[in-house]
């Protein structure tokens, strides 16, 4: 069973960048697709970015594309996202999720493995 950590999150204030790691347990991190997601309080988790098991390709959701760069090290069993300029309504748990098969999918339940979540807060 593939298990996910992530780290990197932190208090910030408007502006400033973060990155944000995810650590996977198995070299199998190579054959899943990679995700992060967020939830804000109050909210459903809310897709971020996704990437490809090759690291080919990429897609964003709107509210951080332009910002964000997700990519991996397949070598290094890590799945990162790049967060700049960021604004108070970024402000959330991020988490990172695995899936085999098809990628780019934004729903949460199409994902099969998640980290525990690091936390991000941006202050204005």
């Known amino acids: 069973q593939l298990q996910l950590v992530e780290s990197g999150g932190g208090l910030v204030q408007a502006g400033a960048s973060l990155r944000l790691s995810c650590a996977a347990s198995?070299?199998?991190?190579?054959?899943?697709?990679m995700a992060w997601f967020r939830q804000a309080p109050g909210k459903e988790r809310e897709f971020v970015a996704a990437?490809?098991?090759?690291?080919?390709?990429?897609y964003y959701a709107d509210a951080v594309k332009g910002r964000s760069t997700i990519s991996r090290d397949n070598d290094k069993n890590t799945v990162y996202l790049q967060m700049n300029s960021l604004k108070p309504e970024d402000t959330a748990v991020y988490y990172c999720?695995?899936?085999?098969?098809?990628?780019?999918?934004?729903?949460?339940?199409?994902?099969?493995?998640w980290g525990q979540g690091t936390q991000v807060t941006v202050s204005s």
């Open positions: 999720a695995a899936r085999r098969g098809t990628w780019g999918t934004v729903q949460p339940w199409e994902y099969d493995y």
């Open positions: 198995e070299r199998s991190f190579s054959a899943y697709a």
């Open positions: 990437i490809r098991a090759s690291g080919s390709s990429d």
